[in-house]
């Protein structure tokens, strides 16, 4: 059975500090994306990784995949409050594409 | 351009009842998929289709719940005989091939 795990489940971080994200998945995949969910809102895409060694940025976080360890981490850097909110890893598998297997996400609150 | 747009936002049903959940897509997008969110936990994909075409229906429960995407108007979630267990938010995403999903709102389902 796929699995996408994301560890740690819940991050309370203090503001400028650096933290990572880990999302491991089981099977092949060379597409990844990264969502954040603020609470009972929607979901907004925040990377599209897809290959090997991708590397993207954006502001304070950035994220990278390493399909060979089947890998992806969110790297935050120098925390502020407006980062909390949940944060999902998501793996496509479909060779058609759009069949997207979530993590079971990441709850990030960052306190002053 | 207006992004995926769900209706309702929310939507309360006795047990029993049939509940329809609608999603149009981002304009000139003709993939829909369609997940669930139980309380803390992360997405379930339930289907993707395309236009008057079910796709992918892996996730999609054996009884009670069906999908349409016809090829006029919005897609439909549809639950007939609700129960309890039905109760969570629902996310209908649109994309074109190949393409990052972007997500609706969500209608959030509660069962009386």
């Known amino acids: 059975e796929l699995k996408v795990e994301q560890n740690p489940l819940f991050l309370s971080m203090q503001e400028e500090k650096n933290y990572t994200i880990y999302c491991n998945y089981s099977t092949t995949s060379d597409r990844l994306y990264w969502y954040r969910q603020d609470p009972g809102k929607s979901l907004e895409s925040l990377f599209v990784?897809?290959?090997?060694?991708a590397v993207k940025q954006e502001g304070r976080l950035m994220a990278s995949l390493d399909t060979k360890a089947r890998l992806s981490t969110l790297h935050i850097t120098a925390a502020v409050h407006d980062l909390s909110a949940t944060y999902f890893c998501a793996v496509d598998i479909s060779d058609q594409g759009g069949k997207l297997i979530f993590g079971q996400g990441t709850e990030l609150s960052v306190k002053p | 351009n207006a992004g995926v747009m769900q209706n309702p936002r929310h939507l309360v049903r006795r047990r029993g009842q049939e509940a329809r959940l609608r999603c149009s897509p981002m304009k000139g997008h003709s993939h829909v998929y369609w997940y669930r969110q139980l309380p803390e936990e992360g997405l379930k994909f339930m289907v993707y289709l395309q236009k008057e075409n079910i796709i992918d229906e892996s996730g999609m429960p054996k009884e009670r719940f069906s999908a349409e995407f016809p090829k006029e108007g919005p897609s439909i979630l549809r639950i007939q005989q609700v129960v309890r267990g039905d109760s969570a938010a629902y996310f209908c995403a649109s994309s074109t091939q190949d393409q990052p999903q972007h997500f609706g709102d969500g209608t959030r389902l509660s069962i009386l």
């Open positions: 990784l897809l290959s090997n060694g």
